[in-house]
């Protein structure tokens, strides 16, 4: 049940996401030549896999946006200006795009399944000053594809106003800006391809 394209605009305007604020913040999901040669899908299949899980990375990124923008207007919990009817959609939207099974790695090696994430998410935790450059952007990544499992690895410049404290239940105090690596993992399954893993790490400056 991916988001219909009437509330990915209105979320969008909602957040003053531009379409080339979206691409900065899913990145181009690249799959190398040489990467496509060593599986034994056709490259219009790796096509369509590629669109759908950057379709899927767009819902994502645009559900966070919608919650970022409302907590930083609200200097509080966006989850107390929308109506339940609302938050349910976006929680189920966020759930189909994850598998039951979901995990996530923080950059404090905290382990969150994917009813915390997407409390994160809907809490508006992360205090992105925008989403594209200058605020979470997708400085490059690589694709693969191997058969119904896909592994996206990318490396991010992040620049967030809050701690990576405010992400995980640990008394964390560094800074969460900065360069990450990020790699997450998809599956397909019932014909629809899933998040199913995804762990951050940051890069150590200098």
């Known amino acids: 049940m ?6 990915r605009r209105a979320y969008m305007q909602l957040a003053g996401l531009s379409e080339q604020q979206i691409e900065e913040t899913i990145g181009s999901h690249v799959v ?17 896999v590629r669109a ?7 819902d994502v990124a645009i559900i966070t946006a919608k919650y970022n923008t409302l907590a930083q207007r609200t200097s509080g919990d966006p989850r107390q200006t929308l109506d339940e009817a609302e938050q349910a959609a976006d929680r189920a939207v966020l759930e189909e795009l994850m598998t039951d099974v979901y995990i996530f790695v ?5 382990t969150q399944n994917r009813s915390t994430v997407i409390d994160a998410i809907l809490a508006g935790k992360l205090r992105l000053p925008t989403l594209g450059r200058g605020g979470y952007h997708v400085v490059s990544d690589t694709l693969q594809v ?46 629809r391809w899933q998040l199913t893993a995804g ?3 940051r890069v150590p400056s200098g």
């Open 146 to 191: 191997h058969g119904n499992t896909a592994v996206l690895t990318s490396t991010i410049e992040m620049n967030a106003a809050g701690r990576i404290s405010e992400l995980t239940s640990t008394a964390i105090t560094d800074q969460a800006a900065g360069t990450y690596q990020l790699s997450n993992t998809y599956v397909l399954q019932n014909d």
């Open 2 to 7: 991916p988001l219909q394209e009437t509330q």
């Open 199 to 201: 762990h951050m790490s």
């Open 106 to 110: 923080t950059p404090v090696g905290e």
């Open 32 to 48: 190398p030549e040489h990467l496509i040669r060593v599986t034994d899908l056709s490259q219009s299949a790796v096509d369509s």
């Open 52 to 58: 759908a899980i950057r379709q899927l990375s767009t």
